[in-house]
Structures are given as structure tokens and as C-alpha cells.
């Protein structure tokens, strides 16, 4: 009987249906869906409890086993070149279908003054929210920041380039320390990681009430008269996203040498996570689970990608970011030039370092890092984000485990 239950909330149906019945719910009953909008947040929660420990024990396994393994200098090559290679061609590609759909070139008086209302409003708000933020948020403080002078207060903040830094260098110290007890260690940390791993695990078996809770609540959250303002902006995301998300699970489906769809089903429980709560930590140990275990690739090779590309690796993001960007240039008439095509390859990636997996009005103050250099004051994509957030951070989360998962499997070794 307990099987049979466990194989019904494990099933994809299972999920799709909560899924619409989240949906549905939280268009039609906004205000009761925000009034229910805790329960997802407490699933997100024990998720999120799963992602320091898992994040920190395996990149620190992971960089000592490169001072261990015959293969570290074939996995560090390969990681540069292909995270390289495909952030040029996520910008590339972005900024082409910028040009194509020209989103804010031909907004109507009314969509105008709609948007000049709430970017003032925005404004406001953020500094209310965080002072300072908005003007001051350079990228040599946020490279200042981002030292982890003190690990326990880093962690407690959710600084997850502190934290990045902090296990890599640790990782490193143990990998060229030579003592009997580095390996007492070392078998700690990987213990650490398949108990949280378990603990995904079985939070799996609840995820079609928390993906309820957490659509409905997100859906609540829309503004229909924005949205109809920005649909060119909302628009060139969406298919430039779909673009990638494509050509990720082809590459990820010639890897395996399997149908795509098979694959897709494979990370459904990744997916889902990342579409129900728009956070790529909290998505990342089920997407690690479905590596090691599904596609049998080598548990050395997903510890040390997969940790390092959801901190680093951001198509989506960046994908973001460069359309807002760009619309903003279209709306206020700045040329788009071969300067301001580079200027955004580098801030949009500098950017998607700097947002967090936390409230949107906090990943809208790393707008500085893409605004500013493009003579733009950030405050003015604040209003643009918090507006589109809600719709596009499902589908831009769910890109940033595809690509994951793809420059892991591109890496990687398989499993005999």
C-alpha cells in the first residue's frame, strides 16, 4: 500500500496535475492563494535546508579528489572551455534575438506613463528595502564582499559565493595536506553529502503539494496590466530561453545517446523543483541525484560541476538581464554598439554571480553591474524585474539546471 502511494506522488501526472490545479487556483483565487502561500514556502524551506551542506561537502570532496586523480587536469580544461564556450553563445545568441524582436521600440503613451509610474515606485521601494544598494552596487565592492572572513555569518546571510569560495579553498588545503586524518575528513564530508542527498530524497515524495502552494502563490503575485505593457520584453525571454533549453537537451540527449524525451523525463524531478521554486540550489540536489544515479555519469565529475555552474553558470540570468537591458537601450534611444554588445557579455555574466536565489527585489539590485556601465541608472530596471519576476523565474530557474546538467554531462566521465 505504502508503495503504491509513493509511486502515485512520484509520478509526472501526479505533478502536471498539481501543477494546473496550482495555476488555475492562483489566478482565479489571488487572495486565497496568498493566504496559503506559507505552505510553499515551508516545502521550499526543508529543501533550501539541503543545499549549504550538500553545496559546501561536494565541491570540498570534489577539489581534493583533483589533487588525487590522474584526470583533474582533463576535468579543469574541458569545465573552462566548455563554461566559456557556451556563456559566449548564450550572449551571442541573446543579443541577437534582441535585435530581431527590438522589445521597447514601439511602446504605446499609455505603456510608456505605465512604466515611468512604477519605475518611480520601484525606486522607492528598494531603497526602502535596501539603502544604498541601488547606487552603490559596483562590481569591486561586490568582488570585496564576497571574502568569507566569517563562514558561520556567510552562510547565515546566504552569501553563496562566500560559501563557493570558502569549500573550494578548503577543498584545496585538505587535497595538499599530507596527513592520515585529511582522509577521516574528507570521508566525512562525502558521508554529509549522501545524507542530504537521502533527504532530497524523500522530500521528493511531498513535492506535488509544495509545487501547489508555491505556483498558486506565485501566480497571485501578477500584474495583468504590467505584463500586457512589457509583452515584447516577456516575449524575447521566453523564446530566447526555449531557444536554449532546446539545444541544452539535445546536447544533453547525444551525450547519453538516448531519445531526448527520455532524458527529460530522467531531470523531471529537477525541473519541477526549479519551476516550483525558482531557486537553482534548491533544484541542484535532485538534478545531482539524476546524474549519478540515471545517467550513471561519474560522481567526481557532478560534485565538482554542477556546485560550481549553479553559482557560476547562469544562462538564464544572463539571458534576463541582456533583454532588459536591451529594452531599456531601445526605450531610451542608446545605440546598440559593438562595445555595448561586449560591456554586456561581461556584466550580465558578473551579474548572474551576483544574484541570489532570494526575493527578486534582492537580485534586482545587482542591475548596477549591467546598467551602469551603459550610462542606464539601475534603479530603473528594479521596475521592470519585480514586474516580470514572478512569470519568467519558473522557466529561467528550469534553464539554468538544463545548462547545468549539459556542461556537467560534457565534462564528465561516464560510469562503467
Given at each position: 500500500m505504502i508503495k503504491k502511494i509513493k509511486k502515485i506522488l512520484l509520478n509526472h501526472w501526479t505533478i502536471f496535475i498539481s501543477m494546473f490545479?496550482?495555476?488555475?487556483?492562483?489566478?482565479?483565487?489571488?487572495?486565497?492563494?496568498?493566504?496559503?502561500?506559507?505552505?510553499?514556502?515551508?516545502?521550499?524551506?526543508?529543501?533550501?535546508?539541503?543545499?549549504?551542506?550538500?553545496?559546501?561537502?561536494?565541491?570540498?570532496?570534489?577539489?581534493?579528489?583533483?589533487?588525487?586523480?590522474?584526470?583533474?587536469?582533463?576535468?579543469?580544461?574541458?569545465?573552462?572551455?566548455?563554461?566559456?564556450?557556451?556563456?559566449?553563445?548564450?550572449?551571442?545568441?541573446?543579443?541577437?534575438?534582441?535585435?530581431?524582436?527590438?522589445?521597447?521600440?514601439?511602446l504605446s503613451t499609455n505603456a510608456v506613463q505605465l512604466l515611468s509610474n512604477g519605475i518611480n515606485n520601484s525606486e522607492t521601494a528598494i531603497k526602502n528595502y535596501a539603502p544604498g544598494s541601488v547606487s552603490h552596487g559596483s562590481f569591486i565592492a561586490y568582488i570585496e564582499n564576497?571574502?568569507?572572513?566569517?563562514?558561520?555569518?556567510?552562510?547565515?546571510?546566504?552569501?553563496?559565493?562566500?560559501?563557493?569560495?570558502?569549500?573550494?579553498?578548503?577543498?584545496?588545503?585538505?587535497?595538499?595536506t599530507e596527513s592520515p586524518n585529511v582522509k577521516v575528513a574528507v570521508a566525512f564530508f562525502d558521508a554529509i553529502f549522501l545524507a542530504f542527498l537521502k533527504m532530497v530524497d524523500i522530500l521528493m515524495y511531498f513535492l506535488p503539494f509544495g509545487i501547489f502552494f508555491l505556483i498558486s502563490g506565485f501566480l497571485s503575485n501578477v500584474?495583468?496590466?504590467?505584463?500586457?505593457?512589457?509583452?515584447?520584453?516577456?516575449?524575447l525571454i521566453f523564446a530566447t530561453v526555449i531557444t536554449f533549453f532546446i539545444a541544452f537537451s539535445i546536447i544533453i540527449a547525444r551525450m547519453q545517446k538516448k531519445p531526448v524525451l527520455t532524458c527529460l523525463k530522467k531531470l523531471k524531478n529537477s525541473y519541477l523543483i526549479a519551476f516550483g521554486t525558482s531557486s537553482s540550489f534548491a533544484a541542484m540536489p535532485a538534478a545531482m541525484l539524476a546524474l549519478t544515479q540515471d545517467f550513471k555519469v561519474n560522481k567526481q565529475?557532478?560534485?565538482?560541476?554542477?556546485?560550481?555552474?549553479?553559482?557560476?553558470?547562469?544562462?538564464?540570468?544572463?539571458?534576463?538581464?541582456?533583454?532588459?537591458?536591451?529594452?531599456?537601450?531601445?526605450?531610451?534611444?542608446?545605440?546598440?554598439?559593438?562595445?555595448?554588445?561586449?560591456?554586456?557579455?561581461?556584466?550580465?555574466?558578473?551579474?548572474?554571480?551576483?544574484?541570489?536565489?532570494?526575493p527578486a527585489i534582492l537580485s534586482a539590485t545587482s542591475f548596477g553591474i549591467v546598467l551602469s556601465p551603459l550610462g542606464i541608472p539601475p534603479s530603473v530596471g528594479v521596475f521592470l524585474l519585480l514586474s516580470i519576476e514572478p512569470l519568467i523565474d519558473p522557466f529561467i530557474t528550469m534553464l539554468n539546471i538544463q545548462g547545468n546538467c549539459a556542461v556537467t554531462l560534457m565534462v564528465a566521465k561516464k560510469d562503467s
Open positions: 490545479l496550482g495555476a488555475v487556483f492562483g489566478i482565479f483565487s489571488p487572495t486565497a492563494a496568498k493566504s496559503i502561500a506559507f505552505l510553499g514556502d515551508i516545502y521550499l524551506g526543508f529543501l533550501q535546508i539541503t543545499v549549504i551542506p550538500i553545496m559546501i561537502s561536494a565541491l570540498i570532496c570534489s577539489f581534493y579528489n583533483i589533487f588525487h586523480s590522474s584526470d583533474s587536469v582533463y576535468y579543469l580544461k574541458r569545465l573552462i572551455i566548455i563554461f566559456f564556450s557556451c556563456m559566449i553563445a548564450v550572449t551571442f545568441m541573446s543579443v541577437f534575438l534582441s535585435v530581431i524582436f527590438s522589445p521597447g521600440s514601439n564576497i571574502i568569507p572572513t566569517n563562514i558561520i555569518k556567510s552562510i547565515y546571510e546566504r552569501k553563496d559565493i562566500s560559501i563557493l569560495l570558502f569549500s573550494i579553498l578548503l577543498g584545496i588545503a585538505l587535497g595538499i500584474g495583468l496590466q504590467t505584463l500586457k505593457a512589457l509583452f515584447d520584453l516577456i516575449a565529475s557532478v560534485e565538482l560541476v554542477m556546485p560550481l555552474g549553479v553559482s557560476l553558470f547562469k544562462p538564464g540570468v544572463m539571458i534576463r538581464s541582456i533583454a532588459i537591458a536591451i529594452f531599456l537601450m531601445n526605450l531610451y534611444q542608446i545605440p546598440i554598439s559593438f562595445s555595448s554588445i561586449a560591456t554586456l557579455f561581461f556584466a550580465s555574466w558578473a551579474a548572474s554571480i551576483a544574484s541570489t536565489a532570494g
